[in-house]
T-cell receptor, first 112, second 112 residues
Framework: DTGVSQNPRHKITKRGQNVTFRCDPISEHNRLYWYRQTLGQGPEFLTYFQNEAQLEKSRLLSDRFSAERPKGSFSTLEIQRTEQGDSAMYLCASSMTGNTIYFGEGSWLTVV | DQQVKQNSPSLSVQEGRISILNCDYTNSMFDYFLWYKKYPAEGPTFLIS?????DKNEDGRFTVFLNKSAKHLSLHIVPSQPGDSAVYFCAASFFGNEKLTFGTGTRLTIIP
């Protein structure tokens, strides 16, 4: 069990640039989640997939954000035209339906 | 609309004593509750959970109590150890929609 893997772990980008984060879930987990955490707050739900289907998106996920899970395995989260308010830790998590959700170590984004 | 609340931002406890972390929720549809532990720059680590059909769940030094009428849960850690120093998040979900709603966290410091 290699756990949920995320990369890159840290990304510094200039405002207006696009960034992409990748998540590899625990193998055989059919659900994959993306959360965002800012300082002093708990993780906030962004979106989740069951296999390759994106089942729910939070209103926090603006049009500049897009997530994919093309083959029901790894997932990518892309942020276009980044803004300073996008600076946060982006957390990926996975689970089997009905079971505990396990988180990766997160990807820090700093927009300068 | 903070549906899960952790009203104590921080807590300091002497090593060996009991640590009690509290969490309140407002959404009566929540039926599954979890506690996660988080170290700086890492993702949350699952600690313990409880279903709404129970009022207590125990795992080693960790016990979670649920009071459904008060919409309150607590995490007891006994005895507290220096490695328990971290931020603890309470999270809740409901059947059929397993995304987690998190509280804002409580920073626990164990004093040697």
């Amino acid at each position: 069990d290699t756990g949920v893997s995320q990369n890159p772990r840290h990304k510094i980008t200039k405002r207006g640039q696009n960034v992409t984060f990748r998540c590899d879930p625990i193998s055989e987990h059919n659900r994959l989640y993306w959360y965002r955490q800012t300082l002093g707050q708990g993780p906030e739900f962004l979106t989740y997939f069951q296999n390759e289907a994106q089942l729910e998106k939070s209103r926090l996920l603006s049009d500049r954000f897009s997530a994919e899970r093309p083959k029901g395995s790894f997932s990518t989260l892309e942020i276009q035209r980044t803004e300073q308010g996008d600076s946060a830790m982006y957390l990926c998590a996975s689970s089997m339906t009905g079971n505990t959700i396990y988180f990766g170590e997160g990807s820090w984004l700093t927009v300068v | 609309d903070q549906q899960v609340k952790q009203n104590s931002p921080s807590l300091s406890v002497q090593e060996g004593r009991i640590s009690i972390l509290n969490c309140d929720y407002t959404n009566s549809m929540f039926d599954y509750f979890l506690w996660y532990k988080k170290y700086p720059a890492e993702g949350p680590t699952f600690l313990i959970s409880i279903s709404s059909i129970k009022d207590k769940n125990e795992d080693g030094r960790f016990t979670v109590f649920l009071n459904k009428s008060a919409k309150h849960l607590s995490l007891h850690i006994v005895p507290s150890q220096p490695g328990d120093s971290a931020v603890y998040f309470c999270a809740a979900s409901f059947f059929g929609n397993e995304k987690l709603t998190f509280g804002t966290g409580t920073r626990l410091t164990i004093i040697p």
